[in-house]
């Protein structure tokens, strides 16, 4: 009843409320699917930051701080010391941690590569091993790979380093020595632009041959690096083909991001939407709040969606605010003050009326 009346003075521009005085993400949606958030070791030293953790998410993913080039600049040389900040915060408040990611080809560092083909494999077997073995018992879902399929039409698998030195079959050896290392963890292949025709059928089939090889894969991570303007169908799409293979789904770093950017924008910053700096349009707050309450029901409808994380806690802390350029972006459910923006609202009250 309370949040009844907070919509409907809502419907007024400019009234504003906290974020504990409105539902908790995690209670709304808790009896479906986890709510996460990815997070920098910093941010849970933020009071703002470890509020809103605390109230809304029930899971936790590590935006950087479990990428191999963080967790080993060199050979055998372990730094866990920022991720275990993370395994405590989440064991004191209750929280679930994903792992994100074991193999990633944006941060392989170099010693990985030297050597022969048996000498390549052995490290990551190596690597993977000692890496699931610490977080044993506390990551209940590890992204083992991250964006292995290629963007180019007529191309399955990208050209990686490691698919250079190994073939496809890195993804192969990257699983079985994780499910070797924690035979209860769940493993997931996490991928970009599944809700894109294209990039989904190639991204399919390196799924399905997995599964046609007893690669032990329990599941399928969609980014959802959205924006507005896109549509809720694809995703739809993608969580139901993974459903038809017997597979879970997460949504593991969603956002919707203001701008629509050519390719020459992520390639060599060119062609970049002009920045909005402070005078983002209210109408564009408004479509993106429409395509998270989109997003939001079509999440609903699938039993097989065990968790859903933003890239982010709040608009004061996003990737994309410095990629594909340095400019305001504010892709997130709370505002840069930590308040709850119209898209929060239209995503747990259907009533909400999106001004
Ligand atoms: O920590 C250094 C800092 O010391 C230095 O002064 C500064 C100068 O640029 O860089 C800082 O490191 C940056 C790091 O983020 C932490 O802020 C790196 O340059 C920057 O490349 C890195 O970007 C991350 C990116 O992955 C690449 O690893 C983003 O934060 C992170 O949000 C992004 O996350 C990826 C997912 O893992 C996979 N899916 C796509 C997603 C978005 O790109």
């Known amino acids: 009843m309370r949040y009844l009346i907070v919509s409907l003075l809502l419907v007024a521009p400019h009234v504003a409320f906290a974020a504990n005085e409105v539902p908790a993400l995690k209670e709304v949606f808790g009896a479906k699917f986890l709510v996460g958030a990815a997070i920098e070791p910093a941010q849970l030293r933020n009071p703002t930051d470890a509020a809103l953790l605390k109230r809304h998410f029930s899971s936790l993913t590590a935006e950087n701080v479990m990428k191999p080039h963080r967790l080993a600049p060199r050979e055998g040389e372990y730094n866990f010391a920022p991720a275990d900040e993370l395994v405590r915060f989440a064991r004191a408040n209750g929280m679930r941690l994903r792992g994100h990611t074991l193999l990633w080809h944006r941060n392989a560092p170099a010693w990985f590569f030297v050597g022969d083909r048996e000498q390549v494999r052995k490290r990551l077997e190596r690597y993977i091993t000692d890496v699931v073995t610490h977080f044993k018992g506390e990551v209940y879902a590890w992204d ?13 698998y990208r050209q990686t380093p490691w698919f250079l030195a190994l073939g496809p079959d890195y993804i192969e050896y990257a699983f079985r020595a994780a499910r070797a290392a924690d035979p209860d963890t769940q493993l997931f292949i996490n991928e970009y632009d599944t809700e894109e025709a294209d990039k989904r059928e190639r991204f399919m089939t390196i799924v399905r041959d997995l599964r046609k090889k007893g690669v032990p894969l329990d599941g399928v991570g969609h980014q959802v690096h959205t924006r507005i303007g896109a549509s809720a169908a694809g995703v739809d799409r993608a969580l139901r083909e993974v459903a038809e293979l017997g597979l879970t789904n997460h949504v593991t770093e969603l956002d919707v991001s203001l701008y629509h950017d050519p390719g020459s924008c992520w390639e060599n910053e060119t062609g970049c939407q002009r920045d909005y700096g402070s005078a983002v349009p209210p109408a564009l707050l408004s479509q993106q709040a429409l ?9 609903e409808k699938h039993p097989t969606l065990k968790s859903v994380s933003t890239w982010g806690i709040s608009d004061a802390h996003t990737w994309l605010s410095r990629f594909p350029t340095k400019r305001t972006n504010v892709p997130l459910l709370f505002d840069q003050a930590g308040a709850p923006k119209a898209a929060f609202h239209a995503v747990v009250d259907p009533a909400f009326a999106i001004p």
């Open 144 to 156: 083992v790979v991250n964006e292995v399929a290629s963007d180019n039409a007529g191309e399955l």
């Open 291 to 299: 395509l998270y309450r989109q997003l939001f029901a079509v999440f």
